[in-house]
């Protein structure tokens, strides 16, 4: 029999278990660790509340938890409860799959200015991530800037022009619904550093944008490149910016009946936060292309901003006794393979990109290393103690284990406790969780 332990249960660490299950079949028992006592990470605290068709993934991550060789432990934090070098020591292998929890900084002056948040934290904040849900951002100001031109920038723009009524069927956590429906804005401006034929905004994503109750996208005409040169664009990014074009080509009177501007800022670098305690403004300095990157023209502007979500990208958490490649911020790998035994998976591998699938071959290809590495012996023989091994640490440690039976409790919970048509209303506190789970 051979043990695998897969760390973090969002998408990579449930495909990887999928990919286990159908490499090594029988002959293989699998742990499934995360560090809160909910499953599911990304599809859980990452993915938009109101994109709820994303996260019927997690149905099929299910069946893989509910097969008779894969088993959650939750409420575990691998690094700290258990070591990784203990790990190693009781499983054939252990996989990293704890994805990009953290924010890329600014590393602009005034970034701790109040209302000022990275996309980690105030995503974090309206899907429930317990960590992020006392982040209580001030919504009452006129002017949202978020920083960025990705789909997490369209999400979090989103969220932040959206009635309380089109959030009715999303799984919004309670805290973050009232706020919003307390909320002021007139102005959500995107920032972008480069220009229209450098977002990084998928056509379906940047398409809902134009579906707002409140709200419009407003896009000046004239930021945008001579229509003949979409025609060298790769198929995707051309659809992107045809809504672009039909964005800037709606008419003044049309946007104007709709009470929140979404403001697209091209070729506009952040270079300060202003304000005293709390934000009131951002600089930008104004940019243009030289070879693809922005570069700056010297031209300084000021917007007035009373929140900011800066959606520029994210980082591994690095944990003790793993090499870590702090310059790309993630595990330091060679395609997956940290050390003997040892291996990393989707965004702790790549960095953060692609889409929830792109997490299935990358599950399957850390699985054939694995395989690969058992032929070849590097994972010497088949002795260890795996989850026996797990359980006599995790009894001597008193560690508060939370099962997979007892998530399907949490979740019947969450789901009893839903407001009127929404799937669920989230705990957002652990000891919640662990009661609801008893
Ligand atoms: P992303 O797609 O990499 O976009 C990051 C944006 O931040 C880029 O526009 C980038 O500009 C900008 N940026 C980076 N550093 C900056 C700086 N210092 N100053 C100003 N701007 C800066 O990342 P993401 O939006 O966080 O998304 C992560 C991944 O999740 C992506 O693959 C995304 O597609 C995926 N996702 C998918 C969905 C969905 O399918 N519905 C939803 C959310 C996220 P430059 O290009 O100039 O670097």
Redesign the pocket.
């Known amino acids: 029999m051979r043990h695998i332990a897969i760390i973090g249960s969002g998408p990579a660490g449930y495909y990887t278990a999928e990919a286990a299950q159908k490499a090594f079949g029988d002959e293989v028992l699998i742990d499934v660790f995360d560090r809160l006592p909910v499953p599911y990470g990304l599809i859980r605290t990452g993915v938009a509340p109101d994109?709820q068709s994303?996260k019927a993934v997690s149905k099929r991550y299910e069946k893989v938890a509910l097969s008779d060789n894969v088993r959650f432990v939750g409420n575990v934090t691998i690094g700290e409860d258990v070591s990784i070098p203990e790990l190693r020591e009781l499983y054939d292998a252990v996989v990293l799959a704890t994805g990009a929890p953290r924010d890329r900084p600014?590393d602009i002056p005034g970034e701790d200015l109040g209302n000022v948040f990275g996309?980690a934290a105030f995503v974090g904040w309206y899907n429930g991530h317990p960590q992020f849900a006392g982040l209580d951002p001030d919504l009452s100001g006129k002017t949202a800037v978020v920083?960025?031109?990705?789909?997490?920038?369209l999400?979090v723009a989103r969220i932040l022009a959206k009635t309380p009524a089109e959030l009715a069927g999303s799984d919004i956590v309670a805290h973050a619904l009232e706020a919003l429906e307390g909320s002021k804005f007139e102005r959500v401006v995107l920032l972008?550093?480069?220009g229209p034929h450098?977002?990084?905004m998928?056509p379906k994503?940047l398409g809902e944008l134009g579906e707002l109750a409140r709200a419009a996208p407003h896009i000046a005409p004239a930021d945008l490149p001579a229509p003949e040169e979409d025609a060298i664009l790769e198929p995707g990014l051309r659809k992107s910016v045809s809504h672009l074009r039909a964005y800037a080509a709606t008419p003044e009177h049309i946007r104007a009946e709709k009470p929140i501007a979404i403001e697209f800022a091209f070729l506009a670098?952040?270079k300060a936060l202003l304000g005293t305690g709390k934000v009131e403004a951002i600089e930008i300095e104004k940019t243009r292309l030289v070879h693809g990157q922005?570069e700056g023209t010297g031209e300084i502007e000021r917007l007035p901003a009373d929140l900011v979500v800066s959606?520029?990208?994210?980082r591994t958490s690095p944990i003790p006794d793993v090499p870590f490649d702090e310059r790309a911020g993630r595990f330091a790998n060679d395609e997956g393979r940290i050390l003997p035994g040892l291996y990393c998976v989707g965004w702790a591998r790549r960095g953060?990109?692609?889409?929830i699938g792109t997490n299935r071959p990358d599950g399957y290809s850390v699985v054939e290393l694995i395989a690969e590495d058992v032929e070849a012996g590097v994972l010497g023989r088949a002795t260890r103690r795996g989850r026996a091994g797990f359980d006599a640490l995790a009894q001597a440690r008193q560690l508060d284990v939370v099962t997979f039976r007892d998530w399907k409790k949490i979740e019947e919970a969450e789901e009893r406790a839903a407001r009127e048509g929404a799937p669920r209303e989230k705990f957002v506190d652990i000891e919640g969780m662990i009661k609801a789970g008893r």
């Open positions: 994109h994303i600014l996309s920083i960025g031109m990705g789909n997490v920038a999400d972008g550093r480069r450098q977002i990084m998928t994503e670098a952040p922005a959606c520029i990208g994210y953060p990109s692609g889409t």
